[in-house]
């Protein structure tokens, strides 16, 4: 078995399904960036490590991820996380669900680097106790996409303050709760009705509690683009696509 890739099982539990009685979209995203961590954890390079042993902390920049079909509430199924690359300042960490039957249900490519804590630049991950070589082969080969520019007032669609369980460990508005924020500019109604095939999403920002979000959508045919703005600076980009 390969020792760089971290596999864990899993019941849809009623926490994770949205009203389709499938996971949920925000959901799936969040078990893709916890099975994530474990991995890391498995690997001895998670953030309690790097914080101290290197005074630093990992930020995630940019997840993308493809669904075949999502599993229904109580469905068993398998996570596998693995790093993909490791050079220079960013690595790549694919992470792939399976059902009962061996058969992919999602697909998903995540960026990070590692920030000092001291003064934020990136921290070269050859410097780190991180894997440098003997990488599985990736699953996911679709390169990140650069979104439009779609902030106007034309395409406003609400506000929201952020409150205080919105924040996570680092004090900052966790990233999925930018997916959750930006799923509101759609009705229960069209998700339920709606089938999405991908969604993709750029972290391009922090923001903190009592902070107030501006949120922005464009439609252009199956797909939808949501961009998060905090005092006029980006915070969050997102493009999700419908079957």
Not at 21 to 38: F, K, P, S, Y
Request: proline residues 4%; aromatic residues 12%.
């Amino acid at each position: 078995m390969d020792t760089l890739i971290f596999t864990r099982e899993h019941i849809v539990s009623s926490a994770f399904i949205d009203s389709s009685v499938r996971l949920g979209l925000a959901q799936a995203a969040l078990l893709v960036q916890d099975n994530l961590t474990e991995s890391f954890a498995a690997m001895d390079c998670d953030g309690v490590v790097y914080r101290e042993r290197h005074n630093a902390f990992w930020v995630f920049t940019k997840t993308r991820i493809h669904f075949a079909r999502r599993p229904a509430w109580r469905e068993k199924i398998s996570a596998s996380t693995f790093p993909v690359d490791g050079e220079g300042f960013r690595t790549h960490v694919n992470t792939v669900f399976k059902d009962s039957r061996g058969e992919p249900l999602l697909t998903a490519n995540q960026e990070a680097c590692v920030l000092s804590l001291e003064n934020h630049r990136p921290l070269r991950l050859s410097n780190l106790t991180y894997p440098k070589e003997n990488f599985p082969p990736p699953v996911f080969l679709a390169p990140f996409e650069k979104f439009p520019e779609i902030i106007s007032e034309e395409n406003f669609s609400f506000e929201q303050k952020i409150r205080s369980q919105q924040i996570d460990m680092s004090r900052h508005m966790n990233n999925i709760e930018y997916i959750r924020l930006a799923l509101n500019v759609f009705d229960d109604e069209f998700l339920r009705t709606h089938d999405v095939s991908e969604m993709e999403m750029h972290y391009t920002g922090e923001s903190r509690e009592g902070q107030v979000l501006r949120v922005f959508r464009h439609d252009e045919g199956t797909c939808t683009f949501i961009a998060i703005q905090e005092s006029g600076r980006t915070v969050f980009e997102m493009k999700i696509k419908f079957e």
